[in-house]
Each structure stands twice: as C-alpha cells, then as structure tokens.
C-alpha cells in the first residue's frame, strides 16, 4: 500500500463519479505525504457519507483516473480498497511530525519537569520511614527505521523494604499491587487515567480506565522500560511511559509506595486520599488527585488527544 503513495504525490487526480450518479470531478496536486493525508481524510470521508458508499457492497466500484509523468492510466478502487486506503492516510496523517514538532520535541529534554516528594500515608500522617523522591521529565529520541521514542520518563529515589518478590518472572506482572511497589497515577477531569505499577525487582503492570475501576485493557499487553538499582538501602530507579498510553489531557496526578506485608502493610500517598471520613485506603479516588501541569512534563501540541503511532497504535480508540 505504501508503494500506492509516492505515485499519488505528484499526481492530478481525477474521480470518474459516473457510478455515484454526480457531475462534479475532484482535481487535487499534492506535494507530500502529509498533505495527501489531509486529502484523503477531508474528502474521502465525507463523500463516503454522502453518497451513502459505506453501506453499499463491497465490490460497488470506484474510478480514479491517475495522471503523472505524462502518462494517463486508469486505476479501480473497489470500495474495501478505499478504506484500506483511507484508514492508511489517517493513521499517516496521526504520525506525520514535521521538521519544527520534531525540534520542540527535542528542546523539552532540556526541561527540568517537575519533582515530587511522597511523605505522607495514604491518611496525611507523617511517614514513619524516609521519604521518596520523584522526578517527571519528558524524553523524546529520534529511532532510525522505527517510531520515534516519546516518552515521559519518571525517576525514583526510595527505601528499599526488600518484601518478598512475585513468583512471576520480571515483566508485567497482574496483581503487583500486593507486593512492594511504587504507583503513578495520570487521570483526565473526564475520569479517564493511567495506572502504572513499578517493582523493584523488573515487575510492571500498565492499565488504562475509562471512568474508575473501568479497565479497557487487561495490563497484559502493555511493555515498559524499566531500570532498577540497589543503592545500600534504597531501591533507585527510573521507567519510561510512552506518550500513547496516556489518556487526553491529563490534568491530575498522585503517586503512592506500598510496602510491608497483612496489618503491618504501609500506604505512602503523595496527595492523601481521604477527607477524614474513610477508613480504607483506595488509590482510585481520583477527586483527592493534586493538579498537574504537564506543559512542563508534554510539549505543547501533543496531550490534547491521546497519541498514537505505529509501534502502540490508538491504545484509547472508542473512549475519547
């Protein structure tokens, strides 16, 4: 389907609709990729509501008369084609970064982000161990013949309580939450969050909620950089979250260290979660969530909408 590309770029594009009962003919001169994306997005769309073509048969016919270099051929699209071809040009027009997105990109890993420091439980009182240290800073990388690498990397400074580790082996791990972790919580004022556990032996979950405790995906598919370290007694460490697993505009964050095991079991909370009348931690309770301004931590133009590329695809599809 790539090779379909190059070839439309430089070329005058004629619609025969005598099969769409219409005298109109489209004429179009596209120059690059992400200009013939904006086309086939803008046009193809509408006209296929228009002339009613998504609830036609499959092998209804579209003709597209391809002129370049000179030569005139005639190319069929039947109407799966076109879909293929449209669903293509969104998903390249999606990833398309010009030259000034890449460099603004690349001029926020200069950025300082911004730091955190949980030292308080779950309940507002004063942690009876050291506190942790949290940074947030936005890492972009150019990656020859893959996606580029657009993450928000956290690193981490905390006790090492050396609680006994998941039998699973290092990788994403369901149910870390009972073992000894750091959380990372990213929510939306829609109540659409990201949940991301870390462990300090190579242990990851990844999940995504449309509304809370409403999980859209099973944290099984979803992979992290993660890099941990034993420093005497202290468990540093940093994790890379790929910008797609982000939910759109996100405007709350907290951030919590569980550690110890059955009634001697500690519940660290950067921004406690209680008013005073609850007796139970619950990490969920996304209106005691602190501010955040990712502006510092995402570069403008992306966060607005959940992001997508090839290499995670549209991991929020359906729930915008």
């Not at 036609?56 to 051929?73: E, I, Y």
């Not at 669903?87 to 300082?112: C, F, G, R, Y």
Request: charged share 25%; with cysteine; net charge negative.
């Amino acid at each position: 389907m790539f090779v379909i590309i190059p070839i439309l770029l430089r070329a005058i594009i004629h619609m025969n609709e005598s099969n769409l009962s219409c005298r109109q003919v489209l004429r179009i001169q596209s120059a690059t990729p992400r200009c013939f994306a904006k086309i086939l997005c803008d046009f193809l769309l509408p006209l296929f509501h228009h002339f009613n073509l998504l609830s036609r048969p499959p092998s209804f016919p579209l003709l597209f008369f391809l002129s370049a270099d000179n030569s005139n051929k005639m190319i069929a699209f039947r109407r799966t084609h076109i879909l293929l071809l449209l669903e293509l040009a969104i998903m390249w027009n999606m990833v398309q970064t010009d030259h000034d997105d890449i460099e603004k990109a690349e001029a926020m890993n200069s950025m300082a982000g911004l730091k955190y420091t949980i030292d308080h439980t779950w309940d507002g009182l004063p942690l009876a161990h050291e506190a942790i240290k949290i940074d947030l800073k936005w890492h972009f990388e150019r990656l020859v013949g893959r996606p580029h690498k657009r993450v928000v990397k956290i690193s981490f400074d905390a006790p090492f309580f050396d609680d006994p580790e998941p039998m699973d082996s290092p990788g994403i791990t369901p149910g870390l939450w009972d073992f000894e972790v750091l959380e990372f919580f990213f929510a939306n004022d829609r109540g659409q969050y990201l949940e991301v556990e870390i462990g300090p032996h190579g242990h990851w979950l990844c999940l995504l909620f449309d509304g809370v405790r409403h999980p859209i995906n099973n944290g099984e598919e979803l992979e992290l950089e993660v890099r941990n370290k034993w420093v005497g007694n202290r468990w540093v460490g940093e994790v890379e979250i790929p910008l797609a697993y982000f939910p759109a505009k996100v405007s709350k964050f907290n951030a919590y260290h569980i550690h110890g095991n059955d009634t001697e079991r500690v519940y660290a909370a950067l921004s406690p979660v209680t008013d005073g009348t609850y007796s139970e931690p619950d990490f969920h309770r996304l209106e005691f969530f602190q501010k955040i301004n990712m502006r510092r931590v995402i570069p403008d133009g992306y966060g607005d909408r959940p992001f997508a590329d090839f290499k995670y695809g549209d991991l929020w599809a359906g729930h915008y």
